[in-house]
């Protein structure tokens, strides 16, 4: 642990919130389809599975999970996130805690597939990235899936260049006892070739 601010709060101050919510609120009235996350974990799961959504910002997933008919629970870091979350699905588990310390949230473990999808890796606080995976690794059932996308360059990042490599990501995922399953380059299953500036990954804990 460093004590370091994740990169997330550095880049927003916390109070993106609103504004996050507003964009997809304009990209779905558009026509674009904002539930490519969802659909992707949902084909991979059975009805009503337990699910985990780690770093969950504002909900969007973890909302469409819920309708889809699974039992989901939102954890984030950035209050102004998940004040919009709970404004839009008050029934559902929504929990303020650092990834880094998932452990402290009183979670019971077992969860069928734990995500962290919109970057969430990458916008970890500096040197913490290798302590999230094994506390989301922690969370699932032998036999579960942790689903993560992530960028890999500039241009799927805000950031200047990504604070992350895929290869060390794998190797932390391996420290903690996942084993790859499937990589693809899109939320739609497009193929991933080496040099993809984004990855879905598909990790899972074996079963014992």
């Not at 402290?104 to 995500?115: E, N």
């Not at 200047?160 to 995922?173: A, I, K, R």
């Not at 391996?174 to 380059?185: D, F, H, K, N, T």
Request: net charge negative; glycine share 12%; proline share 6%.
């Amino acid at each position: 642990m460093t004590g370091q601010q994740d990169r997330w709060a550095e880049l927003t101050g916390g109070q993106a919130g609103e504004e996050y919510a507003r964009r997809f609120a304009r990209l779905a009235a558009s026509g674009h389809d904002v539930h490519g996350e969802a659909a992707f974990c949902d084909a991979l799961l059975k009805p009503a599975a337990r699910v985990l959504d780690a770093g969950c910002g504002t909900g969007r997933i973890a909302v469409r999970l819920a309708e889809l008919g699974h039992h989901c629970t939102g954890v984030d870091v950035d209050p102004s996130m998940l004040a919009v979350a709970r404004r839009d699905a008050p029934a559902q588990e929504w929990l303020l805690g650092d990834l880094a310390r998932l452990d402290t949230l009183g979670l019971t473990p077992g969860f069928d597939l734990v995500l962290a999808a919109g970057n969430v890796i990458p916008l970890l606080a500096p040197g913490t990235e290798q302590a999230v995976v094994r506390q989301l690794a922690a969370a699932l059932r032998p036999g579960g899936l942790l689903v993560t996308g992530m960028g890999l360059d500039a241009a799927h990042l805000p950031l200047p260049e990504p604070p992350v490599t895929l290869e060390e990501f794998d190797h932390w995922c391996a420290e903690a006892g996942l084993v790859l399953r499937r990589r693809s380059a899109t939320w739609s299953g497009d193929a991933y070739v080496p040099g993809c500036g984004y990855a879905v990954s598909v990790h899972s804990l074996p079963a014992v």
